[in-house]
């Protein structure tokens, strides 16, 4: 079964409005969740480091302000767009790492369309 | 700085062919590999991974890579193809799972 669960798997805004994304660990706690983003035809990039207990850590580029990430528990992530724009439409992935096996979880992915 | 280069934007075979992905990774450490692989608009799923150990690595649907370090290499090979692999695959390199670099993808097609 999944250990990631994102949701919505898919959401479309007006302009302007904002956007929030869950990021569930279903099988583990979670001190840490990366939030990466895709955009068509293109490769994951990290955009964000969620935390529990702290601040987010932002990649080079990543506007903190406009991205706003809350580490609410140690099983959720949320990553709430604001003021979204149609730049923003993308397929956002959560990932929750496997403290015992070193490897990445993903979630299923929530796909962002800004009208 | 990390990075990793899939050269091969697309790929074709036949099914039943054999298949093998490209990867080259850029790393200052021993280096976390990984091979995802993504079907149309879902999340990623492992197939396999290298942390240390034997260079030939073993994972799902019937997948393997072997890590070569005089490379900088850690290519994916599949001995026959079927059509449900058709998807986009995902090499990734890091430290303990830890903020992947991804490559850029390959996108295999499968043909009859």
């Known amino acids: 079964g999944a250990v990631v669960s994102q949701h919505p798997s898919r959401v479309i805004c007006k302009s302007g409005t904002s956007v929030k994304i869950e990021c569930r660990s279903l099988?583990?706690?979670?001190?840490?969740m990366f939030w990466y983003r895709q955009f068509p035809k293109q490769s994951l990039m990290l955009m964000a480091t969620?935390?529990?207990?702290?601040?987010?850590?932002?990649e080079q580029g990543v506007e903190k302000d406009k991205f706003l990430i809350n580490h609410a528990s140690l099983t959720l992530s949320t990553l709430t767009v604001t003021s979204a724009h149609p730049e923003d439409s993308s397929f956002y992935i959560c990932?929750?790492?496997?403290?015992?096996?070193?490897?990445?979880?993903f979630g299923e992915g929530s796909r962002l369309t800004v009208l | 700085a990390q990075s990793v280069t899939q050269p091969d934007i697309h790929i074709t075979v036949s099914e039943g062919a054999s298949l093998e992905l490209r990867c080259n990774y850029s790393?200052?450490?021993?280096?976390?590999l990984f091979w995802y692989v993504q079907s149309p608009g879902q999340g990623l799923q492992l197939l396999l991974k290298?942390?240390?150990?034997?260079?030939l690595v073993q994972g799902i649907k019937g997948f393997e890579a072997e890590f070569k370090r005089s490379q900088s290499s850690f290519n994916l090979r599949k001995p026959s193809v079927h059509w449900s692999d058709a998807a986009e695959y995902f090499c990734?390199?890091?430290?303990?799972?830890?903020?992947?670099?991804f490559g850029a993808g390959t996108i295999l097609r499968v043909k009859s």
């Open positions: 990932s929750v790492p496997s403290m015992g096996s070193g490897e990445l979880f």
């Open positions: 099988d583990f706690q979670a001190t840490t």
């Open positions: 969620s935390n529990e207990g702290s601040k987010a850590t932002y």
């Open positions: 790393y200052g450490a021993t280096p976390y």
């Open positions: 290298y942390f240390s150990g034997d260079t």
């Open positions: 990734a390199v890091g430290a303990n799972g830890n903020k992947l670099v």
